[in-house]
């Protein structure tokens, strides 16, 4: 079935600074990349999706790429804010096997003022 | 509003004492799905529905069963629970794709404590 690994599990930045998390995952066949943002306590909440016909998708601050070749994809957040303090998760899967999603282990993002 | 609910909140049990926690939809979402979240293993899947009657093994399903009688409802069955069952369980559904997927809402999140 599909792995996904993602690096790092934490990351602290300062107030302003960029942030990049990285994900690879296993199954070529796989085409759609989701990004969960998890705030304390709080549920994970969808912030952006990539699919596999698309190399890069942005909304403001955030943006994800995608390299099927090397079968890895990024989210990166520019600007960095507090309220970005937060685990990120990415996740994959594979559109005709439904909706199952295999997510990565977690990033814990802490912005520093 | 739209929204998934699970309950309880929070459980604390004992070993061996059957336990059910509920998922409720009301978005019409076909699809249904049960994950564990342990700390640095992100969240993994235990059993999924795709729909009414129809349901499958996650990566984890040892030790829960399901049941999917009704569109809304997705309710997690832990017959015997054991230790290794504490965990913070979250619900979460979405419309079932054949030529897109869309995005999966989640519920609340529950807090199993299995002592």
């Known amino acids: 079935g599909e792995n996904v690994e993602q690096h790092p599990s934490t990351l602290s930045v300062q107030e302003g600074d960029s942030a990049v998390i990285k994900c690879t995952y296993s199954d070529s066949a796989s085409n759609y990349f989701p990004w969960y943002k998890q705030e304390l306590g709080k549920r994970p909440q969808l912030i952006i999706d990539?699919?596999?016909?698309?190399g890069e998708k942005k909304d403001q601050r955030i943006a994800v790429t995608l390299n099927k070749t090397a079968k890895h994809f990024s989210l990166h957040i520019t600007e960095t804010q507090p309220e970005d303090s937060a685990v990120y998760f990415c996740a994959a899967s594979i559109v005709a096997a439904g909706n199952k999603l295999t997510f990565g282990g977690g990033t814990r993002v802490l912005v520093k003022p | 509003e739209a929204q998934v609910t699970q309950n309880p909140r929070y459980l604390i049990t004992v070993t061996g004492k059957k336990l059910t926690v509920t998922c409720s939809q009301n978005?019409?979402?076909?699809?249904m799905s049960w994950y564990r979240q342990d700390p640095g293993l992100g969240l993994r899947q235990i059993y999924y529905s795709m729909n009414v009657e129809v349901t499958d093994k996650g990566d984890v399903p040892e030790g829960y069963k399901v049941s999917r009688k009704e569109k809304r409802n997705f309710p997690l069955i832990l017959e015997s629970p054991s230790p290794n069952q504490t965990s913070l369980y979250f619900c979460?559904?979405?419309?079932?794709?054949?030529?897109?997927?869309?995005?999966?809402?989640f519920g609340p999140g529950t807090r199993l404590t299995v002592l």
């Open positions: 990539i699919r596999s016909n698309v």
């Open positions: 979460a559904s979405s419309f079932q794709g054949t030529v897109s997927t869309d995005t999966q809402y």
């Open positions: 978005m019409n979402h076909e699809y």
